[in-house]
């Protein structure tokens, strides 16, 4: 962490040296327009790298922030501070409708879309009468502060990036949230994050919207420092060379977006400077080199060369500054023997066929309830049944004594039941602390905006104590700072388990946590399952392991092709001749 700090002060005594000693003036205006493409650049970082969503389309919303602060000032005679509210707002509004058009597409749709409106909007410049058309609105004001004229060298660029290093700070800082867990576990799907309770198309809107504002910003800039706007740089082409300056310099990392802007605005220009003279012939050249080069970074450098810093100063531990925290509250638990959960008659069909069949069992407090059957029962459809991720065709789940059917896996989640998975859903590079404290997102409140001005600290070394207390629940205490994707499987199943406690349940739903373990590991699980049902927890455990299953289970229901065989206790089931039929087959 000390690196690191240097490493921030030692850019910002860069960026002030820049700023007073003697460098010519066509350096300071290159820098100036680094500036600007690295803020675009910061908002592609939590759109691309951290949320996962490609978009082609940034470069039309700083057209937006550029266009809206021309006319503005051209026609009404706004300062220009007072036009920065006006374009962030308009700015706000149009992303927000896009992103609710938009959000909902995945795979290749949602790029598709991006390129689809910023052309839209680069047509819609450069053809509206007001806005000059293709010429352009020119004669813009300049920027001044408190009657001192910033012009466009050094007193632009003390500007530009004073904006600059202060939204890569408060990106970093979002980072290292609440807010920003739930952030970085949208790029491995929804379901997981839901699961924790994480209302993720509300946090795509949000990150969404932070990328469009933070690229209208740039836009506002960029008019004021130019002094004339016309469609040109909004287009398609630039929104495409944004995203490569964030992917060569490291799109999953905020300082990436800055190095990737240097690097790919220096490499331009003297490209057109030294290809001419190897070649003989001048021409666009320069494009064919970008292209080899991107293809290149792609191949062996895809994290961006960034990676090279992350790997030579690599993250230390965590300072534990949460010892001293207070206790997160805690929801009221059932009393011992009272049901948790009963389910009646559910019923599932996936068009003509009939998945689960009018399963009926319940819960109480304190009981480990094992769903048994061979491949294809329906275990997993009712375990999902269940805890919401699909919905019920019939019948009814009552979960401490009110409905849940028809609630959505986040809203149940939030009533106090939690799971893991059947294949285990992770982040693999946030650490097994940052992965346990995303299931306690339902018990903080502080939201983006707190993060991003560090006003969170409180709450988050609550959640971040919890999240130590439920891995040393488990015994995994000696892994707190360890990246989760080097993790073995058997203690990823314990982290996953350690995660849904950190959401205080009342119930515990665990889906196969016992497939890929080793003997070892299979008697480590056993007895957190029983230190658990020790201290009250009502689990339901579906599970392929029958000597896990009878080992630890107080009750089990055993299914055969969606519907009901037999249920109770293990030694009745074990002994039970349809339960061995079911799974061993019968002679005839």
Request: charged share 15%; aromatic share 8%; net charge positive.
């Amino acid at each position: 962490m000390q690196a690191r700090r240097y490493a921030i002060w030692a850019l910002l005594l860069v960026l002030l040296l820049v700023a007073v000693l003697p460098l010519p003036d066509f350096w300071i205006t290159q820098l100036n327009y680094i500036g600007l493409y690295s803020l675009v650049c910061l908002g592609l970082v939590l759109l691309t790298g951290v949320a996962g969503l490609t978009s082609f389309g940034q470069a039309a919303f700083v057209g937006i922030g550029a266009y809206g602060t021309a006319w503005l000032t051209l026609n009404t005679g706004l300062s220009p501070w007072l036009t920065l509210p006006i374009c962030l707002g308009l700015t706000a509004i149009c992303a927000l409708l896009l992103a609710l058009l938009t959000l909902r597409m995945s795979g290749h749709y949602l790029p598709l879309a991006t390129i689809a409106w910023g052309l839209s909007l680069y047509y819609l410049m450069g053809n509206i009468d007001a806005l000059g058309k293709y010429d352009g609105l020119m004669g813009i004001r300049g920027l001044s502060l408190f009657g001192w004229d910033i012009g466009q060298g050094r007193g632009f660029f003390a500007l530009s990036w004073a904006l600059v290093v202060l939204v890569a700070l408060a990106l970093v800082h979002l980072l290292d949230s609440r807010a920003g867990r739930a952030m970085r576990s949208l790029r491995n799907g929804t379901l997981m994050a839901e699961a924790m309770g994480v209302p993720t198309l509300r946090y795509k809107i949000i990150i969404f919207l932070i990328a469009a504002l933070l690229a209208a910003l740039s836009g506002w800039l960029f008019a004021h420092f130019q002094r004339t706007v016309n469609p040109s740089p909004f287009g398609l082409k630039m929104g495409i060379e944004y995203l490569f300056m964030t992917v060569v310099g490291g799109v999953g990392y905020v300082w990436g977006a800055l190095t990737g802007a240097l690097l790919t605005k220096l490499l331009e220009d003297q490209l057109q400077v030294l290809l001419p003279r190897l070649i003989g012939t001048s021409g666009s050249f320069e494009v064919i080199v970008f292209g080899i080069v991107l293809v290149l970074m792609l191949k062996y450098l895809p994290d961006g060369l960034w990676s090279f810093v992350e790997k030579r100063l690599p993250r230390p531990p965590r300072k534990v500054d949460w010892a001293g925290a207070a206790a997160l509250p805690e929801r009221s638990k059932p009393a011992h023997g009272e049901c948790v959960l009963e389910v009646q008659a559910i019923r599932k069909k996936f068009g003509g066929l009939l998945a689960v069949n009018d399963i009926s069992f319940r819960i109480d407090a304190g009981q480990i309830v094992g769903l048994i059957g061979p491949n294809g029962a329906g275990k997993s459809t009712t375990f999902n049944l269940i805890s919401g991720v699909l919905a019920l065709t019939a019948g009814d789940v009552l979960f401490r004594g009110q409905s849940i059917a028809g609630l959505r896996s986040r809203a149940i989640a939030a009533r106090g039941m939690s799971r893991t998975f059947q294949h285990v859903k992770m982040i693999p590079d946030m650490t097994v602390l940052e992965n346990v404290a995303l299931g306690a997102h339902l018990r903080g409140r502080k939201g983006v905006l707190a993060a991003m001005a560090r006003l969170n600290r409180s709450e988050e070394q609550q959640l971040l104590r919890e999240a130590q207390r439920q891995l040393e629940r488990i015994g995994m205490g000696a892994h707190l700072h360890e990246l989760a994707g080097n993790l073995a499987m058997g203690p990823q199943r314990l982290m996953e388990i350690a995660r849904a406690l950190c959401s205080d349940p009342a119930l515990l739903l665990l889906d196969e946590p016992a497939a890929g373990l080793r003997h070892q590991e299979k008697k480590a699980l056993a007895d957190v399952l029983r230190q658990l049902r020790a201290q009250g927890m009502s689990i339901l455990l579906v599970e392929h392991d029958m000597s896990l299953v009878m080992d630890v289970c107080d009750h089990l229901v055993v299914m055969e092709f969606g519907t009901l065989l037999t249920e109770g206790h293990p030694a009745q089931v074990r002994q039970s001749p349809l339960v061995r039929a079911a799974y061993l087959g019968t002679e005839h």
